[in-house]
């Protein structure tokens, strides 16, 4: 079913929409580039681009390309590359220096697979309701891909001509293999700087009133690691025991993991977060534990309060948690192989093979083996706190909305920037939506985002673009 198209303007006139602070004084608009997001946005969500059978992210490739090149930019400089069942899009606007090197947008255009008879409402058919726009790709990222084209096609509407070179490099796989997103950094190796658009919840929404706390950018993130722990036995009749059980062997090594605290820690951009974000907490003995940390993160008590959060708790250091055992063979024999997987988030600065040999320590099961399965992820270092980068973020979403506190902080997740930052390429999150933490579905059913986001995030994204190109 084709999605639903309504002018933006018209959107924000007749629906009810979550409050949202309102500019210091009026900005000038940019009602096509805001009725052209919003359109091209639920065009987009429509496409079922989902690795797999039936994979539609060359169909969303196709359909962004054309925007581009209706919106001004030559077709031999906008490409659509086939990968497998996917594809990656680069768009080239050439910059007046050809000394300076290249700035890169980032993001992806395919989703996490979402059934509809899990949700209430089609996840590709995008639908529009009570000020929100629901559908998958509403948050993770089919809606800030559609507001960065835009952006970038009401800039060429202005006659804005860059000194850098802005290229548009939209990978295709982020949600599983990650292939594109690694072929796009090996292409781009030597640009200047990436801003990714790829939404983890940057801005949050208070949830009584619905206008923004603040506002986040990550240059971090955390590194995604997989570790398949595994005891074998001979098994034997469940009659006759044998001193060694497979499932009680594993079963001990998975309780000595989940009771396991890594070694709680800063860098330059979580401890900004801390001392940042610790004045806006509503509960004034957690924002004090916040401050303790980041003076000390030795400090017991700091970091016993902050594990009470499992937000600030993934910013404190490394994590792993057991998130799949699979064991036994039938139900009247002793077991012969029990397997679980850990998944971790590791802290940059640490290596796999480093946080592998710690799991089979604090295991302490010495028939027990473990092995690294991970795929499509590597390690890499925090980039740098660049003032650049840093003033023209602020400088762009205080525009929208003055007076937000703007913290550097660390993702928690996994994104391209992994691949752009393993080769030097300094790296950030920048998506400019504002949601409520409760309204966060990201990845999960009903996921939806306020329409009241679109004017301001137009008015960011040119701002954000010119800033560091001109």
Not at 114 to 137: H, K, M, N, S
Not at 362 to 381: C, H, L, N, S
Request: with cysteine.
């Amino acid at each position: 079913m084709p999605p639903i198209r309504i002018a933006v303007l018209a959107a924000l006139a007749f629906a009810p929409l979550p409050a949202l602070a309102a500019p210091a004084r009026p900005a000038p608009g940019h009602p096509a580039a805001e009725a052209q997001a919003l359109d091209l946005g639920q065009r987009i969500m429509a496409m079922r681009s989902v690795r797999g059978p039936g994979n539609e992210t060359p169909k969303v490739a196709a359909a962004l390309r054309d925007a581009l090149v209706a919106g001004g930019f030559a077709a031999s400089d906008v490409e659509v590359v086939p990968v497998d069942d996917t594809a990656y899009l680069v768009a080239k606007w050439q910059g007046g220096d050809p000394k300076l090197k290249p700035m890169i947008l980032s993001g992806h255009m395919d989703v996490v697979e979402a059934r509809r008879a899990d949700w209430q409402r089609d996840p590709f058919t995008p639908v529009i309701e009570d000020g929100y726009l629901y559908g998958r790709g509403a948050t993770d990222m089919k809606i800030d891909v559609a507001l960065m084209v835009s952006s970038l096609i009401e800039l060429k509407r202005q006659g804005y001509k860059p000194r850098r070179t802005v290229i548009l490099a939209l990978s295709g796989d982020e949600e599983t293999l990650m292939k594109t997103g690694q072929m796009l950094a090996e292409r781009f190796a030597g640009a200047e700087l990436v801003l990714n658009a790829d939404f983890d919840l940057n801005g949050q929404l208070d949830e009584q009133t619905g206008k923004p706390l603040m506002f986040d950018w990550q240059g971090a993130e955390k590194s995604y690691a997989d570790f398949e722990l595994e005891v074998t036995n001979p098994g034997g009749h469940s009659s006759k025991p044998n001193a060694e059980n497979a499932i009680v062997q594993l079963s001990q090594a998975l309780v000595h993991i989940g009771a396991y605290r890594f070694k709680p820690e800063l860098n330059d951009l979580t401890r900004a977060y801390f001392e940042t974000s610790a004045p806006l907490q509503s509960d004034p003995a957690l924002g004090a534990s916040m401050l303790a940390f980041a003076k000390d993160p030795s400090d017991p008590a700091a970091s016993a309060a902050l594990r009470k959060v499992p937000v600030l708790y993934g910013m404190m250091g490394t994590t792993c948690i057991p998130t799949t055992i699979v064991g036994g063979h039938a139900v009247n024999a002793q077991p012969q192989r029990v397997t679980a997987v850990v998944n971790c988030r590791i802290f940059p600065g640490h290596s796999n093979a480093e946080i592998m040999a710690e799991l089979k320590s604090v295991a302490d099961v010495p028939q027990m083996t473990i092995r690294d399965m991970t795929e499509g992820a590597i390690a890499t270092e925090a980039s740098p706190l660049r003032p650049d980068v840093k003033s023209a973020i602020e400088r762009s979403i205080r525009k929208v909305y003055p007076g937000i506190p703007v913290i550097p902080a660390m993702s928690l997740g996994a994104s391209d920037n992994m691949w752009y930052r393993h080769k030097g390429v300094p790296s950030y999150v920048v998506s400019p939506l504002f949601v409520k933490a409760s309204d966060y579905h990201s990845h999960g059913l009903n996921e939806k985002v306020p329409l009241a986001n679109i004017p301001p995030a137009i008015t960011y994204y040119t701002s954000l673009i010119t800033d560091l190109t001109k």
